[in-house]
């Protein structure tokens, strides 16, 4: 019995041991890294002069301002296109939305979206085990087989559409209950949808006010709920667009009126995301980027953002319609502090994303490029070198290489020799012309002095760019159809003649 005892405690000793071998064992072993969180926060109608770091004046935005103290603020940055559809479509897909057959700002009528041949930041990210979810304004087709639960969403809660898609009186006072009738109903209510289905309508000014707040209340729950993963989340502001709604909380609160009330609104909000990410101990491994899909309305005054001395606006390829405000934290990877001069655009974030998570690119052609190399601060990378303003349907306007910008002769609307609206109401626009015209950036970005007299060698260079566009994704400008270009997504319509088939 002793000796059984004795052989026991022997064995438990040699088995403790080597379960402490083991455990060392496994410990030396080199953990696998969690991939980095991707939040992206993409404001509407926001300008390039909206925001403290960039020039903003009589509010504050100390929130984004620490962002861009902490990160990296970008300054030739671009989006896809100066309005609101085409510009998300080529955000989520990293093409130019006339690739994908995406141009102009979807209606509430238009029985089109994106198509689902194309693959979204979302969907990539799903093939690593990212949870994805997204809250705002989606506007890339309001039908449910548009929305994005179908397109690599988990979940989503926001208008499926532009917060300026609602009820209107014949003035362009927005209708309530207490309007007098009869009225001129140019648009339905504003569906507020959550997952697929509507849950709410927007009827009122006081309702838009609530949409920041509701829209910041679900991204910092799905932060809290989604800690002990990676996930995508997309945030997709309706402000700064037209109708202006802020919360009772910011009212009367900054110097600039109503749209400085709303801008400082959306940096309370941008602090919450930032507050939720480091309460969660998520802060330093999250990819945080703040940016625009257009700049300001200008016809709209006093509720309308600035370009920052940027040549027009909203719906121009002119700098002040295209050229964003881009902020980029992402602790240990890129330099805080820092400022990137190098040309980028949100085209760019998809095939990045992909190589900072080994995800999968599409089959499919794509128009981006990996900017990663930019967001370290490696000083001699210059990943995209040219850029294409495409607008309308799919009329080339302007092509950038390095600092020089070549715009090709067309026409456009302006703001210039006009006097905008005020407190919510538009002011008409102007209509101009241009004919061909080179401008040098670097000396010239607000584009005041046609140079292409003394450069012609650079003209010749960037009208090869010019036809290499033309031929791939075509240029109605000029009559070229374009052979790289892909269908949109169609309403799937279900008739008698069609069903079945």
């Not at 006081?206 to 809290?224: C, K, S």
């Not at 900054?254 to 998520?282: C, I, R």
């Amino acid at each position: 019995m002793k000796k059984a005892l004795i052989l026991l405690t022997r064995f438990a000793r040699a088995a403790a041991l080597l379960l402490l071998i083991l455990f060392a064992i496994e410990s030396c072993k080199p953990k696998e890294e969690r991939p980095p969180n991707i939040v992206i926060i993409f404001m509407d109608d926001m300008g390039y002069g909206d925001v403290g770091s960039y020039g903003a004046i009589d509010y504050e935005t100390p929130n984004i301002d620490r962002m861009a103290a902490d990160g990296m603020r970008f300054t030739n940055f671009y989006a896809a296109q100066a309005v609101c559809s085409a510009s998300r479509a080529g955000l989520l897909t990293g093409c130019y939305p006339n690739r994908i057959g995406i141009s102009g700002a979807l209606m509430p009528w238009s029985k089109v979206g994106i198509s689902d041949k194309e693959m979204t930041i979302a969907e990539m990210l799903k093939q690593k085990g990212y949870a994805t979810g997204m809250v705002g304004k989606w506007h890339l087709g309001h039908h449910k087989q548009f929305l994005p639960l179908q397109h690599g969403f988990d979940e989503y809660l926001g208008l499926p559409y532009s917060n300026d898609m609602w009820p209107v009186d014949f003035d362009g006072t927005p209708v309530t209950k207490d309007s007098p009738k009869p009225w001129k109903a140019k648009y339905p209510p504003l569906p507020l949808i959550d997952g697929n289905e509507k849950v709410k309508e927007i009827r009122t000014l006081d309702d838009q006010g609530t949409l920041t707040t509701t829209y910041t209340e679900r991204a910092v729950d799905f932060i809290n709920r989604h800690k002990d993963e990676p996930f995508f989340f997309y945030f997709a502001h309706s402000m700064v667009h037209v109708p202006l709604g802020v919360s009772d909380k910011f009212k009367g609160k900054s110097k600039q009126g109503l749209f400085g009330d709303v801008m400082m609104e959306v940096d309370w909000s941008v602090g919450q995301v930032l507050k939720a990410l480091k309460d969660n101990g998520l802060g330093d491994n999250t990819l945080l980027i703040f940016t625009s899909d257009n700049g300001p309305w200008l016809n709209f005054g006093n509720h309308a953002g600035s370009t920052g001395g940027l040549r027009e606006g909203k719906g121009t390829s002119w700098e002040g319609g295209q050229r964003e405000v881009c902020i980029v934290k992402w602790p240990g990877v890129v330099p805080a502090g820092t400022i990137c001069n190098k040309l980028s655009a949100t085209i760019d974030l998809l095939p990045t994303i992909a190589a900072i998570t080994g995800a999968q690119l599409p089959e499919h052609k794509i128009d981006g490029v990996n900017i990663l190399p930019l967001l370290k601060g490696e000083k001699d990378a210059n990943p995209r070198d040219h850029f294409y303003y495409y607008y309308r349907r799919n009329s080339l306007e302007a092509v950038r290489k390095d600092h020089w910008k070549l715009v090709l002769p067309h026409r456009y609307r302006s703001y210039e020799g006009v006097l905008p609206g005020n407190d919510g109401f538009p002011g008409k626009y102007a209509s101009d012309t241009t004919g061909l015209a080179l401008y040098n950036l670097r000396r010239d970005p607000g584009e005041e002095y046609d140079v292409k007299e003394l450069y012609p060698e650079v003209v010749d260079d960037i009208m090869k760019l010019v036809e290499a566009a033309r031929a791939d994704l075509g240029d109605e400008l000029t009559g070229n159809e374009g052979t790289g270009r892909r269908p949109v997504g169609r309403i799937e319509e279900e008739n008698s003649e069609t069903k079945g088939k």
